[in-house]
């Protein structure tokens, strides 16, 4: 059963052909080691993307100068909305090749907790490289670390509006610029410390004056702009940062400050050990995350490894619903069908998983607001987001060639977790792929 | 659901749908407590309601937001003589004319603090006297009005849109559906379904739920917003009383010009929707939309405004007593402001709501201020009933 457990509720889901974690020691193993997956599906970076979307933007002005114009400025549109459904085909790949699946879910996981919505501008189908680039190198080493690339990152920096703020005494402020205090509020709230702690709008005023400065240039790349930023210095919680010259680092150093706080430690303790173990996590097993979170600065591999070491980890009762790209992923993983991906043309990806993703609740990086997804079974569970599930369930048995006797496969999707009323209907099924699509569709499968 | 699903599963096992079983069908079950309709519409991100009812006699409102067009002078459309109306509300001039249109100014929830959208949007759903509500086990205050009308059942009440909504979540029957899903599955494959979600409540009572609404509605018309509003009109036509629905996009911390223009139409069209679909039952139907909290009274440095308190809440329907604005106006001087920023709140949303709900369903007051918004003082009647 702890294989099993690893890799359903830690990792991307049992495959046929790849043996599952042992248990917690394989899974640290496997994500202290090389990022296999990165490399063999790679996802554009986000350079490339913010020159292809400044260079769409003079296409589009230009657009209705000669047919060729309009014709150039189609092609590089379509080549960016073809970006945006492939960053979602290299997603599943990876999670349905991988033996590493609990990268991929932490993946998701800081994605989700560092959310940034699909948008204009700089976010124009440009979010899966931000993920790639900002979050997913940093998710096994200090929070500190992740934190500051996510926060000061262009994405980030754009989605809550930190480059059009500007310190009420700086240079461009007197000129008529204001202070935004977006970013600086979500920092304190969504970011690190949590709504409830113990922070006063005075906290979030300093620091929106601590954050002006930070900015992209046309290109999308992170600057630092003195113009914009707030001189002398701020005080957050208590304690005073910057000076003289207003500097990146003086950002840095409250981001370092505030990653390694009780309430962060607790907060995201509790926000991990929901996300992974089940929605309302047992106390004892979110203070020992906490508690080695505050004893080890924030080094996320050890409170992986908090998490990993609790029994309440390794309870067999499936206390979470699988968010759907984790339950399509381990479809695809489940049914081989991940291996045909790549073959996929773009429209196939949009008909077959992006829109699906839509109508599951979970659009492809578009989450409602910077808190990201929820995490409750119920906010998932509802009847038209089932409803969507089991028609794409059922979508993707009737693809498969040849479909799979549903007696075997619900052995192979299901292991050791298949229930005598799911087994029952696999073989009771009036066909191959509504068998196929009731395994899939059953609790054992949709929780983890 | 728990009535309608026993009822379903029984059927299912004579063998019956209920489309074959007339008798059974929702409209033969006990009669309603009212025929009135209640519409909530929740602004997500927090509506500017300086910008939609601009108080431009206030001679402090252009000092603060000297960006901003404000008042007839710059296209908005006189109501009172002190208040105009976005010039995106326009298509809703002859309803306030006909006293289908009304506002509440300077109304806020309880909810203070750190201006969170988050919180703010779980305080307004929740009801509560401005505790954020924990997690695990919040209700909405729709879902705890509903065991006070006697006769509700899951289809009084639906959710409609993929939007979560607390507002409606709990105990209390109900029922959610996005116009846009269906679910297509051969009958023997949906009885093997509901055989393996058996001993699985949140999986058995969700399919259950949607086999039932696949079966049940057909295709909406419109798109967008716009199928949101011609679904809930569909439902409140049959057996829904309340329908419960999201609008986002209101958070407009820059350019809000654009913004606010687009949410008001988008509110526009809806309530027009809602009259044309409703027909004779739009006499007989009031919407209301509430949003989290107000904006700044000032205007940011980015052409916008940010998290404030004090907001406007907007009545429409046929059962509005309207073309008036209800609420004391705080005013826009500095020492009136709360916080030197917002708009002093001079009551709570909360009792326009109660108020409503005691004219279109009968609830009682008391029950209105500890069960289904506790601890609220409901204060003077506002009269917002015609």
């Known amino acids: ?448 | 659901m728990p009535d309608d699903l026993s009822r379903r599963r029984m059927l299912s096992l004579l063998g019956c749908s209920a489309a074959a079983f007339p008798l059974a069908t929702p409209m033969a079950f006990a009669a309603l407590p009212s025929d009135n309709r209640l519409v909530v519409v929740i602004l997500r991100g927090a509506m500017d309601g300086m910008d939609a009812l601009q108080p431009y006699g206030d001679p402090d409102l252009e000092r603060m937001r000297p960006g901003f067009d404000i008042g007839p002078g710059a296209g908005a459309l006189d109501l009172t003589g002190f208040h105009a109306l976005h010039p995106a509300m326009a298509p809703l001039l002859p309803l306030w004319r006909d006293g289908h249109l009304g506002f509440a100014q300077a109304v806020s929830t309880p909810y203070r603090g750190n201006r969170s959208h988050f919180d703010a949007q779980d305080v307004l759903e929740a009801g509560t006297a401005g505790d954020v509500p924990p997690l695990a086990g919040r209700d909405g205050w729709l879902n705890r009005l509903l065991p006070l009308m006697p006769g509700a059942q899951g289809r009084t009440a639906f959710a409609v849109g993929r939007d979560e909504m607390l507002i409606l979540r709990g105990p209390a029957a109900h029922s959610s559906w996005a116009p846009d899903a269906r679910l297509d599955m051969a009958p023997a494959t949906a009885d093997l379904l509901l055989h393996i979600y058996q001993d699985d409540a949140l999986f058995r009572e969700t399919a259950t739920a949607a086999l039932g609404l696949a079966r049940a509605t057909g295709n909406t018309e419109g798109r967008g917003t716009d199928a949101l509003f011609a679904f809930a009109a569909a439902q409140l036509r049959q057996d829904a009383r309340i329908a419960a629905l999201s609008l986002g996009g209101w958070d407009s911390h820059r350019g809000q010009a654009r913004q606010v223009t687009r949410g008001l139409t988008a509110l526009s069209e809806g309530v027009l929707r809602l009259k044309a679909d409703l027909g004779p039952e739009w006499d007989r139907t009031m919407i209301v939309a509430v949003t989290e909290f107000g904006r700044t009274a000032f205007q940011n440095g980015t052409q916008g405004t940010d998290h404030g308190t004090g907001g406007t809440m907007i009545l429409a329907g046929g059962a509005l007593k309207g073309g008036q604005v209800w609420g004391d106006w705080p005013g826009l001087a500095e020492a009136q402001l709360l916080d030197r920023r917002d708009l002093m709140p001079t009551r709570d949303v909360r009792a326009y709501l109660a108020w409503a709900l005691h004219g279109l369903f009968g609830t009682d007051r008391s029950a209105l201020a500890s069960v289904v918004f506790p601890g609220l003082d409901l204060g003077p009647d506002p009269g917002v009933l015609a």
Do not use: C
């Open chain 1, 1 to 448: 059963m702890i294989p099993t457990l690893a890799a359903i509720r830690f990792g991307t889901g049992l495959s046929p052909d790849l043996p599952s974690p042992t248990g917690a020691n394989a899974l640290l193993s496997r994500l202290g080691g090389a990022d296999e997956m990165r490399a063999a599906f790679p996802i554009e970076s986000w350079t490339a993307r913010a020159i292809a979307i400044r260079d769409h933007g003079r296409l589009r002005r230009a657009r209705r100068d000669s047919d060729a114009a309009n014709e150039a400025y189609r092609v590089a549109d379509r080549a960016l909305n073809d970006g945006y459904h492939h960053d979602l085909r290299q997603t599943l790949s990876r999670a349905a090749m991988t033996r590493d699946g609990m990268r991929e879910r932490l993946h998701w996981f800081w994605a989700g907790h560092f959310a940034v919505t699909e948008g204009r501008g700089a976010l124009r189908r440009n979010v899966g490289s931000y993920h790639d680039e900002a979050i997913r190198p940093y998710l096994t080493g200090d929070f500190a670390t992740l934190l500051t690339s996510a926060v000061t990152h262009p994405a980030m920096v754009s989605y809550l509006d930190q480059n059009k703020s500007m310190g009420p005494n700086s240079p461009r402020g007197r000129r008529g610029g204001g202070l935004n205090e977006n970013l600086a509020r979500e920092v304190l709230e969504l970011h690190t410390l949590g709504v409830g702690a113990d922070y006063t709008q005075t906290d979030v005023r300093e620091l929106a004056e601590l954050l002006t400065g930070l900015d992209f240039d046309k290109a999308g790349q992170a600057r630092f702009t003195p113009n914009m930023a707030e001189p002398g210095a701020e005080t957050v919680l208590g304690r005073s940062y910057g000076g003289d010259r207003p500097n990146r680092h003086d950002i840095t150093a409250v981001l370092r400050d505030l990653a390694v706080h009780p309430a962060t430690a607790r907060y995201l303790s509790g926000k991990l050990a929901a996300h992974f173990v089940a929605d309302v996590p047992p106390g004892d097993l979110v203070e020992a995350m906490a508690a080695t979170w505050l004893a080890t600065k924030g080094n996320l591999m050890a409170v992986y490894g908090a998490m990993l070491e609790h029994p309440a980890a390794w309870v067999p009762e499936l206390r979470k619903v699988r968010r759907p790209l984790d339950m399509m992923a381990a479809a695809l993983r489940a049914t081989g069908a991940g291996s045909a991906l790549p073959d996929q043309t773009t429209r196939q990806i949009r008909k077959r998983v992006t829109e699906p993703l839509t109508a599951m609740g979970q659009p492809w990086l578009r989450p409602a607001g910077p808190d990201g997804w929820p995490e409750e079974a119920e906010a998932w569970i509802t009847p038209q987001a089932l409803a969507a599930r089991l028609e794409w369930t059922m979508g993707l048995a009737g693809l498969l060639n040849p479909v799979p006797d549903p007696r075997a496969f619900v052995v192979q999707a299901l292991g050791p977790l298949a229930g005598p009323r799911t087994v029952f209907a696999a073989e009771a099924a009036e066909d191959r792929i509504a068998g196929i699509a009731l395994v899939l569709s059953s609790p054992e499968f949709q929780r983890r």
